[in-house]
């Protein structure tokens, strides 16, 4: 079946540290990849997606490369900031197969030192 | 455009009662979902509405959960009675035909059960 991967988390940056947080996925179809973020006290938000191998997502200075290859989808970010600190998920939709149903990952919460 | 409203934020109960959350999508919003997410984990799909019709329900623990769409737009989601592993934050979501797997997270409903 289909499943996400993500690293474990909490993970601690300073300001302007560069993040990466890896993701691979499983699926049998051809997926359509998220990532999703998650404010203290807030609803999930669908910060960037890519639907085809080789596509980049990107939004508010991340991004994530869709690498077919790998089966990986790793959120990346040049400099974080404070206000990025939020638990952040990647997820998996299988639409080939007429499948709009969500799997998540676990999550990893980032937070980000002044 | 307004999103997706959940209602009450907080709700602290005993075991064995029961509870009801409420859910209204983003107009216009065919499908509707609730998941459940337990901390430190990603959220998990329990029940998929197609209007006012069930989609998928086949993770939602039939014995103590129920939800209704009755008029395809409102949507409430019941524990009765529940356990103390019913702990979690429950989150709805929407989406329309054309979003590409996107979905609209509302700011869910967290869940004590003592």
């Known amino acids: 079946g289909n499943s996400v991967t993500q690293m474990e988390g909490p993970v601690t940056l300073s300001e302007e540290a560069f993040l990466t947080i890896n993701c691979t996925y499983t699926a049998t179809g051809y997926p359509s990849l998220f990532w999703y973020v998650q404010y203290p006290g807030e609803g999930l938000q669908l910060l960037l997606k890519a639907t085809k191998a080789d596509d980049k997502g990107s939004n508010k200075g991340f991004e994530a490369t869709y690498r077919k290859e790998t089966t990986s989808f790793h959120l990346e970010k040049g400099s974080v900031q404070v206000s990025d600190s939020a638990v952040y998920f990647c997820?998996?939709?299988?639409?080939?197969?007429?499948?709009?149903?969500?799997?998540f990952g676990k999550g990893t919460r980032l937070h980000i030192l002044p | 455009e307004a999103g997706v409203a959940q209602s009450p934020r907080y709700k602290i109960i005993e075991k064995r009662q029961s509870v009801a959350f409420w859910c209204n999508p983003i107009?216009?919003?065919?499908?509707l979902y609730w998941y459940q997410q337990i901390l430190g984990q990603g959220p998990k799909l329990l029940i998929q509405f197609q209007n006012n019709g069930v989609v998928d329900d086949s993770q939602l623990p039939k014995d103590r959960f129920s939800a209704e769409r009755l008029k395809g737009v409102d949507s409430t989601l019941k524990i009765q009675p529940a356990k103390l592993e019913d702990s979690a934050v429950y989150l709805c979501?929407?989406?329309?035909?054309?979003?590409?797997?996107?979905?609209?997270f509302g700011p869910g409903t967290r869940l004590l059960v003592l």
């Open positions: 107009s216009g919003h065919a499908t």
């Open positions: 997820a998996l939709s299988d639409l080939f197969w007429g499948d709009d149903k969500i799997i």
């Open positions: 979501a929407s989406t329309h035909e054309g979003q590409g797997g996107t979905q609209y």
